[in-house]
């Protein structure tokens, strides 16, 4: 699987962006993706996580209400929208693939990709 997300850009506070993430090798509809983000200086967090059928999805407390994940496994492309974005959302957003069981951690996840940069300022 090769996963590779993007989307990303500035926006002021308050504003919204759609990130993209295009999927090649086994198809889409059979594993989940996390949507993961790392701030400079932090570690990566865990954002969210949409099963295999997209009809599933889990968020955690930081976006839930503002972010939606979801998926197209006919395009082979999973989406995560934000909206009325922070300051502290700055970071770099990656999608990756589900291959373990160790919940909602980066140890559940692999295929990467390089991220996308997501800045929020005014």
């Known amino acids: 699987v090769q996963l590779q997300a993007s989307g990303g850009g500035t926006v002021q506070p308050g504003g919204s962006l759609r990130l993209s993430c295009v999927a090649s090798g086994p198809p889409l509809i059979s594993y989940a993706i996390g949507w993961f983000r790392q701030a400079p200086g932090k570690e990566r967090e865990f954002l969210s996580r949409?099963?295999?059928?997209?009809?599933?999805?889990y968020y955690s407390d930081s976006v839930k209400g503002r972010f939606t994940s979801s998926k197209d496994n006919a395009k082979n492309t999973a989406y995560l929208e934000m909206r009325d974005l922070k300051p502290e959302d700055t970071a770099i957003y990656y999608c990756a693939q589900e291959t373990r069981n160790y919940g909602y951690t980066e140890k559940s996840y692999e295929s990467w990709g390089q991220g996308t940069q997501v800045t929020v300022s005014s």
């Open positions: 949409i099963n295999g059928l997209g009809d599933r999805v």
